[in-house]
């Protein structure tokens, strides 16, 4: 078997817009076409028996065990490997449940796509799933375990900690958008205007100010003490010399740590002696330069969470133990901890595996003890000092129990120092009482505190801490979002994307747009070429200007990646014909529809999608939608857009000279075609149907008629508004238009409007992506021939596949289909071609410069109009 593709798409797609995170693996099984499951001997047995938790997977049965029947019964190599990729992540500890395998119409071709949840193991269970069921067709061994521990090391890395994890999944859980901005725990929720950031447990709200003092030990106990708030006395020392003078004056027992440590690194405690003084500080010192010395406060340790300056949780935090059983080692005992399954490496379970350290070895040798004595039965023995988390440390939950006092103490502690999320660590006596009545005192305040012993507790309640910081950030989660439209079709996405831009910024809105020819942000271009894909949507949607996006989305994005949000309120599909077939295994209308259909499914169910009344692909969509439908017709007894209006629904048209709208039952005359100037008085038909679908877009998204109407007369057809489309040069009494056209449907459209012009010559300056069928090509030169009088041919700098030579040669079979004798001089250069051009235009002619970098063709057409006329004026 062979992987001839592999990708991750991580945005609706087009095989789920609900189960964005997919592998899609394009793969040739090879012979294995000829021999489902049930033709290779003992394959089945020897699958169960390696994998036997696949009888949990229902398949298409519906039950358990309903894999493992069609197994039996036979079935595909592609299917098979879909199931066992999504269980060699299950057994790694992520959980994955969609799967979908297809033929990809090629005999032995299929795409095996499963869900993921992260990429890089997906892609890993992807290979390896391969690699098992090839080998257990063949009769030879495959390493479960090796396969499973690298899985789990890819995820143990790569995966969110569970703190960060604890805060994405309720802003999940209440449909609030997330990405991650980078490969650690730095989060991007919501979009745009409203979107918000954390890093681990640290949110874009909390003061830099504040966590830099209390990374300052000695700082932040100075200040809470300085508001009377109870820390124990302490001196920072810098050298061995000060230090006999800080014991002195402090006294014993003692505590040392790094100024601005963290994770108990470098943490002595319950230091009663000089040597063990002097060893303390030696330790603290690999850690910081700074040493706190405080006087040792004898208690329980207590961790009090706070989240937007208030107590939301409060955990005993127990240091890493074990206790005896007359019969084990202590080594043994502490492996035998270490295969509890609640322990892992770090922060990836919820308890950390306790490690035998220097911390330990010393506290044996105090207590006279090796890792070889047996402990006796019952003897509890803590092994570190320290009580945190990430030392091997236990956790219970005793948030109900703080009294008011103490909660008060904790939010003005909080309050005081400017921490919106901290974790402040307490020794106490007995937490129920309040601190003045015992000896108590705020060990230190932390920054970017773990939520591990709130979350997953080894007793007591969980607490749904993540909630609280989506609280803080999102007090009313429907504002999470920003109005998106997303548009797409064959032709027209750009100028629509535009349109509705200028309505938009015309209501004051603050916009966002992506298209082919660049991505805007309230109006400035900041960045060009093509970004109509899911990377540049993802752009828009992380700017915190922006807060009313509109997105154009090309195919090609979708099937690379999926689409670069989880849903849209608008979607606007503008047409379905004949471009880009062949490629990516889209080869027909139907598959080609299917593709951009995604966008219309991916909009949210209160919203709308606009579709093309007069394009029977995109009619074909509005069954599968669970959102409301509006349409557009250039016809208004268009029987489809009548039916619907009829019905209650939203729709545009134009009737006599009028572009129309009806919205909830009422007709409105909007703006006189003539009086839409990208439409070159209503003569464009192309550009009428485009400001149809916006217009109606526009109203979907709740802008006013008034600033749609006032939109639709300022937009004009120059380089400013519509760069490269049907931007006009007058060279004396001649035209020159710049347009992106492209394919078969766009020349056609191209070809009515000149049609509808009186010139005395029509020129066009033509190509074709190489990408494109030989099919399309010829169609596109034969369609140009019978628009223009005289066509001059010209390269692209990327030819995409072809040579130079093959697509002329295409070209021209398609031209002299209509015009056999026709003489067309081919001029590769394209500032040669436009010399050439316009040096055979006659007066009142028209020149069409077709292009596929518009900037660049725009900057080569003025330059010349601009010398030209120069030298017509100055008579040179």
């Not at 490629?583 to 995604?598: E, F, I, N, Q, S």
């Amino acid at each position: 078997m062979k992987i001839i593709e592999i990708k991750v798409l991580s945005g609706p797609n087009l095989w789920s817009v609900n189960r964005p995170n997919l592998v899609q693996m394009k793969l040739d099984i090879e012979e294995f076409e000829s021999l489902p499951s049930n033709l290779i001997a003992g394959f089945s047995e020897r699958l169960t028996a390696l994998i036997p938790s696949l009888y949990s997977h229902r398949c298409s049965e519906g039950s358990e065990g309903g894999f493992l029947r069609r197994l039996s019964e036979g079935t595909w190599m592609g299917h098979i490997i879909e199931h066992v990729a999504l269980e060699l992540q299950c057994l790694a500890g992520m959980e994955c449940g969609f799967g979908r395998t297809r033929s990809t119409g090629k005999i032995g071709e299929y795409y095996v796509v499963f869900s993921y949840e992260l990429p890089r193991p997906g892609l890993v269970a992807a290979k390896s799933a391969v690699q098992l069921v090839e080998s257990l067709a063949k009769a030879a061994p495959f390493d479960l375990e090796t396969c499973l521990a690298e899985l789990r090391a890819i995820a143990a890395l790569e995966g969110l900690g569970p703190s960060t994890r604890a805060i994405v999944e309720s802003a999940k859980a209440r449909d609030i958008p997330w990405r991650r901005l980078d490969e650690g725990s730095f989060i991007q929720f919501g979009y745009g205007a409203h979107l918000r950031r954390i890093r681990a447990t640290l949110a874009d709200s909390t003061s830099n100010i504040a966590v830099e003092v209390v990374q300052d030990k000695f700082l932040a106990k100075k200040i809470l003490q300085e508001h009377c708030l109870p820390v124990p006395p302490g001196l920072v020392v810098e050298d061995s010399a000060q230090l006999g003078a800080t014991i002195n004056e402090l006294g014993y027992p003692l505590v040392m740590k790094p100024v601005d440590g963290n994770h108990g690194r470098g943490v002595t405690t319950n230091i009663c002696d000089r040597k063990s003084a002097e060893l303390a500080f030696k330790k603290a010192r690999r850690h910081a330069d700074e040493v706190l010395v405080e006087r040792f406060i004898r208690g329980e340790d207590y961790r009090l969470l706070l989240i937007n300056y208030k107590l939301v949780a409060a955990a005993r935090r127990i240091p890493a133990h074990i206790v005896g059983d007359g019969a084990a080692t202590i080594q043994q005992l502490i492996d035998r901890e270490n295969v509890n399954p609640n322990r892992g490496e770090g922060h990836e379970k919820t308890l950390t595996k306790i490690e035998v350290d220097e911390h330990t070895l010393h506290i044996l040798e105090e207590n006279s003890l090796t890792l070889t004595t047996i402990l006796p039965f019952g003897t509890k023995l803590f092994l570190k000092d320290s009580a945190n988390l990430s030392t091997g440390g236990t956790s219970e939950d005793v948030t109900d129990i703080v009294p008011p006092e103490t909660k008060f103490m904790a939010e003005r502690a909080a309050r005081i120092l400017g921490l919106d999320i901290c974790g402040i660590d307490l020794i106490a006596t007995d937490i129920t009482r309040p601190l003045a009545e015992q000896d108590a005192a705020i060990l230190e305040i932390n920054a970017a505190p773990g939520f591990r012993m709130h979350t997953a507790p080894s007793s007591g309640r969980a607490r749904k801490v993540g909630e609280q910081v989506i609280d803080m950030l999102f007090p009313d989660a429907s504002k999470a979002r920003i109005p998106i439209v997303a548009v797409t079709g064959t032709n027209g996405k750009t100028s629509t994307v535009r349109l509705i831009s200028h309505i938009a910024q015309l209501q004051g809105n603050k916009v966002g747009c992506t298209t082919t020819e660049g991505i805007y942000v309230d109006g400035h271009c900041v960045a060009t070429g093509d970004c109509s894909g899911p990377k540049s949507a993802r752009m828009v949607l992380s700017d915190p200007l922006v807060d009313f996006a509109i997105l154009e989305c090309a195919r090609g994005g979708i099937l690379r990646e999926g689409l670069g949000f989880d849903r849209c309120d608008v979607s606007v599909i503008t047409n379905i014909t004949e471009d880009h077939l062949g490629l990516d295994g889209v080869d027909d209308l139907a598959m080609l529809a299917r593709v951009k259909g995604t966008v219309a499914e991916a909009t949210k169910n209160t919203g709308f999608a606009v579709l093309n009344a007069e394009d029977e692909m995109v009619l074909g969509m509005a069954g599968t939608l669970q959102c409301k439908v509006a349409y557009f017709a250039l016809q208004p007894d268009n029987p489809v857009l009548q039916k619907h209006f009829q019905a209650g629904g939203a729709v545009a048209y134009i009737k006599d000279g009028w572009l129309v709208s009806g919205w909830q039952g009422k007709i409105e005359s909007i703006i006189k075609v003539g009086c839409i100037p990208v439409t070159m008085g209503g003569k464009y038909e192309c550009m009428l149907q485009n400001c149809l679908a916006a217009s109606i877009a526009a109203k979907a998204s709740g802008i006013s008629s008034t600033a749609i109407r006032k939109g639709l007369r300022t937009f004009l057809p120059n380089v400013e508004m519509n760069l490269g489309r049907m931007n006009t040069f007058f060279l004396g009494t001649a035209r020159i238009i710049v347009d992106y056209a492209h394919n078969a449907h766009g020349f056609t459209e191209l070809g009515k409007y000149l049609n509808k012009l009186v010139s005395s010559q029509k020129i066009a300056i033509i190509t074709a992506a190489g990408d494109r069928r030989e099919k399309d090509i010829i169609a596109m030169g034969k369609i140009c021939a019978g628009i223009f009088d005289r066509l001059i041919i010209r390269h692209d700098a990327d030819t995409r596949g072809r040579s130079r030579e093959e697509i002329t040669s295409l070209l021209l079979q398609g031209i002299r289909e209509v015009k056999p004798l026709a003489s067309v001089p081919v001029i590769s250069a394209e500032d040669e071609a436009i010399k050439y051009a316009m040096d055979s235009l006659a007066s009142g002619g028209i020149l069409v410069v077709c292009s596929d970098d518009s900037r660049r063709t725009l900057d080569l057409v003025s330059r010349e109009v601009e010398l030209r006329t120069l030298n017509k004026n100055y008579g040179t």
